[in-house]
């Protein structure tokens, strides 16, 4: 490779970071507007834990909202029953401890 495709390789990753940040800026302004800010925290949180579930979600409230089906702002609890919905009703896994004698 030479200088000029190593700068354009360069130019292209850029552009692709850039564009992946505009994306998440915009998911961030919507759900400011869409869910109250302790439905927010947890979105937060389930983007930290568990990103594909998270983009599922986003997706999900962003068709909400557009056909229309969304009456003011999203609490946690709805978001709970909408994870719970995409997550399939699975368990979370339980931790059990028992200690020898």
């Known amino acids: ?3 000029g495709q190593l700068e354009e390789l360069r130019q292209k990753k850029l552009q692709e970071i850039q564009q992946a940040q505009a994306m998440d800026t915009q998911k961030k302004l919507l759900l400011k507007n869409l869910v109250e800010p302790k439905a ?4 937060m949180n389930v983007r930290l834990a568990n990103p594909e579930l998270y983009d599922q979600l986003i997706s999900l409230l962003a068709y909400l909202f557009k056909s229309g089906q969304v009456k003011g702002k999203i609490g946690e ?3 709970l029953q909408l994870l719970s919905k995409l997550s399939g009703g699975r368990r979370e896994p339980t931790i059990t401890v028992s200690r020898r004698k």
Do not use: G, K, N, P
């Not at 927010?40 to 979105?43: D, G, K, Q």
């Open 1 to 3: 490779m030479d200088e």
């Open 40 to 43: 927010y925290e947890r979105l």
């Open 77 to 79: 609890a709805q978001v």
